[in-house]
T-cell receptor, first 112, second 110 residues
Framework: NAGVTQTPKFQVLKTGQSMTLQCAQD?????MSWYRQDPGMGLRLIHY???????DQGEVPNGYNVSRSTTEDFPLRLLSAAPSQTSVYFC???????????FGPGTRLTVL | RKEVEQDPGPFNVPEGATVAFNCTYS??????FFWYRQDCRKEPKLLMS???SGNEDGRFTAQLNRASQYISLLIRDSKLSDSATYLC???????????FGTGTRLQVTL
């Protein structure tokens, strides 16, 4: 099992550009989430999904879109990048609500 | 008050020492509790879940005190490889939401 994979590992964008962060898991987990991690702050939930076709907003959803067409994939789209979106982005998955999550290796994004 | 609060540290301890971290939470409806470990520039990894009766995994012991709303992590016989940031994580049971503390940094030295 590859677990949770994320691409790209690093990305530099200019303000206003759009891009998609990819996330995939091969553990047949229903629950998938996107978090961002900034210095001095805990991980914050951006969007999450409880199954294919079902997504919802987390704590900091503005400027991001998600979709979940398959159980395996959960891409995060930045619509118009802003410097405030410079962060490390982690995708996570779990089998159930009560279990701990498996995290991907992260994507380090810089917006200039 | 923050939902989850941790002492940021750093805790500097010699190899072989015992060290303990506490984490307080504000939501009394919290249902699941976890400790994660995060190495520098890496993803968080689940260290252990925390159960009401307390639980142990090798050198690591986790405890939950619902009355005082805190969880703790005890590390015995610290190793150099234990150096990392330890994240306290709470699940209130609402959909997929976990609330993360900002972490406590541990540095184990020779």
């Amino acid at each position: 099992n590859a677990g949770v994979t994320q691409t790209p590992k690093f990305q530099v964008l200019k303000t206003g550009q759009s891009m998609t962060l990819q996330c995939a898991q091969d553990m047949n987990h229903e629950y998938m989430s996107w978090y961002r991690q900034d210095p001095g702050m805990g991980l914050r939930l951006i969007h999450y999904s409880v199954g294919a076709g079902i997504t919802d907003q987390g704590e900091v959803p503005n400027g991001y879109n998600v979709s979940r067409s398959t159980t395996e994939d959960f891409p995060l789209r930045l619509l118009s990048a802003a410097p405030s979106q410079t962060s490390v982005y982690f995708c996570a998955s779990s089998y159930s609500l009560r279990e701990g999550k498996f995290f991907g290796p992260g994507t380090r994004l810089t917006v200039l | 008050r923050k939902e989850v609060e941790q002492d940021p540290g750093p805790f500097n301890v010699p190899e072989g020492a015992t060290v303990a971290f506490n984490c307080t939470y504000s939501n009394s409806a919290s249902q699941s509790f976890f400790w994660y470990r995060q190495d520098c520039r890496k993803e968080p990894k689940l260290l252990m879940s925390v159960y009401s009766s307390g639980n142990e995994d090798g050198r690591f012991t986790a405890q939950l005190n619902r009355a005082s709303q805190y969880i703790s992590l005890l590390i015995r016989d610290s190793k150099l490889s234990d150096s990392a940031t330890y994240l306290c994580v709470i699940n209130t049971g609402t959909a997929s939401k976990l609330t993360f503390g900002t972490g406590t940094r541990l540095q184990v030295t020779l």
